[in-house]
């Protein structure tokens, strides 16, 4: 059986919206957290180098009310920006904020967005191929972090730009 995870929808999600919003012909990867320099992802996915892309952590959070069925989570972002003009991370940030800051209009359209998609020729899969399971959103909103400067450290992350995100989520199966 598959199993539900919301973070492979708002990924799916982001990186068909804000390239469809900037107009901008570009793919916008998004990779798990794992102990990889900046430098080794840019590596083995090239066209990444060129590109934003994205490193993201899912966090649970603790429950709120005694209902145990609508899970509060976290997805934490870090964009990245390795080469070229870096207009095009902030721009990308603020979409992002657009998209997901405004609670239970933006899960609504993640709703929509991710059953289309489950319903499409090219659905999201889980590592056995089967379809994942369709999580129902309640609200998103996100934070942006002020240490993101102190992540940018040229001499070792070669990193151009970077931006890192929090988006604040409510779900349910």
Same mark, same amino acid.
């Given at each position: ?5 919301? +973070?492979? *929808? ?8 804000? +390239? ?5 012909? *570009?793919?916008?990867?998004? *990779? =798990?957290?794992? =102990?990889?320099?900046? #430098? ?25 009310? +005694? !209902? =145990?069925? @609508? ?10 920006? /390795? ?6 991370? @902030? #721009?990308?940030?603020?979409? @992002? ?15 929509? *967005? ?8 090219? =659905? ?10 369709? +999580? !129902? ?10 240490? /993101? ?15 890192? @995100? ?8």
């Amino acid at each position: 059986m598959a199993i539900y995870y919301p +973070p492979a *929808f708002i990924n799916s999600y982001l990186a068909q919206a804000v +390239p469809d919003t900037l107009g901008a012909d *570009f793919v916008f990867p998004f *990779f =798990p957290t794992s =102990p990889t320099a900046i #430098e080794d992802l840019t590596v083995s996915f090239p066209d990444a180098a060129n590109n934003i892309f994205a490193v993201y952590d899912r966090m649970f959070k603790m429950r709120k009310t +005694p !209902f =145990p069925h @609508i899970k509060s989570e976290q997805l934490l972002y870090y964009f990245y920006k /390795t080469s070229g003009d870096p207009v095009q991370l @902030i #721009e990308a940030t603020q979409v @992002i904020q657009d998209l997901l800051d405004r609670e239970d209009e933006s899960a609504q359209e993640l709703n929509s *967005f991710s059953v289309a998609k489950q319903a499409s020729a090219n =659905p999201l899969l889980d590592d056995k191929g089967e379809v994942r399971p369709t +999580p !129902f959103f309640h609200r998103i909103k996100i934070y942006q972090l002020e240490e /993101t400067r102190d992540l940018i450290d040229f001499g070792t992350a070669r990193t151009y730009a970077g931006n890192k @995100i929090i988006i604040d989520y409510d779900w349910h199966k």
